[in-house]
């Protein structure tokens, strides 16, 4: 591969494997299109931003004259969606803008590398599209789809899209589903950036219930690689989970964040539950494990202590996004659950 383009690239996880691929295969370009919400943060890729190899394009993916103009300024061998709306709570606050980007922004990006003939298109999904788990087991590829927010609903939608897309018109494409992604760059409303960096001002930590909700937590870097994976060597038409095989309950990992920033447990304040709140999501990635040659490579342990680290080491980088849109965001979410808990 020569020449791709990702959207969403000024986005934690998009910046994350923008990065990696840049560094790990000096023969590729890459093109980045991001619109910049409150979530897009150029500042993720100055480091790389002077690197001949590195394009940057404004705009939004909804945008059909945009892509269309971008997609025509010179062939890419793949185009990598990442660009979404992310936060399940703001799902909750305003659907609008994730049907919008997330199905309308799918539907149009698709369209435009039909008409560009781009000859592979990944699909960035996460397993929220698959709904909540009881106790045991876990989602497989197979898992029927039956998401629970307007977030996960308006991905699920955006996936049988893909798929319509795939096999109507033998659309090239690849999806993938990944669960929790933690590591560096990622916003601050997401619950272990928002609760480190809460932690590291001494401020309390809103906890959604009891606590008692499970996620599996995957390192990002171990997603991009299972992303770079899937765009080399994936089927079209196939579906990839990735998970990190790190299943905890919130409130075990909340602990565990105080007592490695040193915090007292009377920081933790159990607050109203997020409607509709799944319960459990675990990944079965023997699939990815088995056809792609890809595994988890970073331990949760020590991920989430370089996790710590690196916001540690980037106060400034979160005081600047704590500073803009987010105080209002952090009011209208949080000032009524906190002054009641
Ligand atoms: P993020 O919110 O950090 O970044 C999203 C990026 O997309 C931002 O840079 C934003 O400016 C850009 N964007 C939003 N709307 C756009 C539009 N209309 N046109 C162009 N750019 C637009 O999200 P993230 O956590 O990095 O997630 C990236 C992708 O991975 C999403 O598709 C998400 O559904 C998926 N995913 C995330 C996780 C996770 O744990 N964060 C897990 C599995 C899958
Ligand atoms: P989040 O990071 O929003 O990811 P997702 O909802 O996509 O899994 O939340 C992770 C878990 O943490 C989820 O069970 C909700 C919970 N949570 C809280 O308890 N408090 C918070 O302030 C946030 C943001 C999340």
């Given at each position: 591969m020569q020449r791709i383009l990702v959207t969403g690239g000024c986005g934690f996880i998009g910046s994350n494997f923008v990065r990696h691929m840049i560094s790990g295969d000096p023969g590729l370009s890459i093109v980045n299109v991001d619109k910049l919400t409150y979530a897009g943060n150029p500042e993720n890729l100055q480091d790389i931003e002077s690197d001949a190899r590195y394009t940057f394009r404004h705009g939004d993916i909804g945008d059909r004259v945009f892509i269309d103009g971008v997609l025509g300024e010179g062939p890419v061998d793949a185009v990598v969606n990442f660009a979404?709306?992310?936060?399940?709570?703001?799902?909750?606050?305003?659907?609008?803008?994730?049907?919008?980007?997330?199905?309308?922004?799918?539907?149009?990006?698709?369209?435009a590398c039909r008409k560009h003939q781009v000859p592979r298109y990944v699909q960035v999904s996460t397993d929220e599209v698959y709904g909540s788990l009881g106790d045991e087991g876990a989602f497989t590829e197979e898992t029927p789809l039956a998401p629970n927010s307007p977030y996960s609903a308006s991905k699920a939608a955006a996936d049988l899209l893909v798929r319509g897309y795939h096999h109507t018109f033998g659309f090239p494409a690849v999806i993938t589903r990944c669960s929790n992604n933690y590591g560096p760059y990622q916003f601050p409303e997401k619950l272990l950036p928002l609760f480190i960096s809460n932690l590291l001002e001494n401020k309390p930590v809103p906890v959604y219930g009891k606590g008692e909700n499970v996620r599996d937590w995957i390192h990002v870097m171990d997603h991009c690689r299972g992303i770079e994976a899937a765009l080399r060597n994936g089927q079209l038409g196939a579906v990839y989970n990735f998970g990190g095989r790190s299943e905890m309950r919130n409130i075990d990992l909340t602990r565990l964040l105080l007592k490695l920033l040193d915090r007292p447990e009377s920081l933790i304040r159990y607050v109203q539950d997020r409607p509709g709140h799944d319960l459990r999501y675990a990944i079965d990635c023997t699939r990815a494990e088995r056809e792609l040659g890809w595994k988890p490579q970073v331990t949760f342990e020590s991920g989430l202590r370089e996790t710590i680290a690196w916001y540690v080491q980037h106060t400034e980088w979160v005081a600047r996004i704590k500073s803009g849109e987010y105080t209002r965001y952090y009011d209208q979410q949080y000032g009524d659950r906190l002054s009641q808990s």
């Open positions: 979404a709306e992310s936060h399940v709570d703001r799902s909750i606050l305003d659907s609008g803008p994730f049907v919008q980007t997330n199905i309308v922004g799918t539907q149009v990006l698709m369209d």
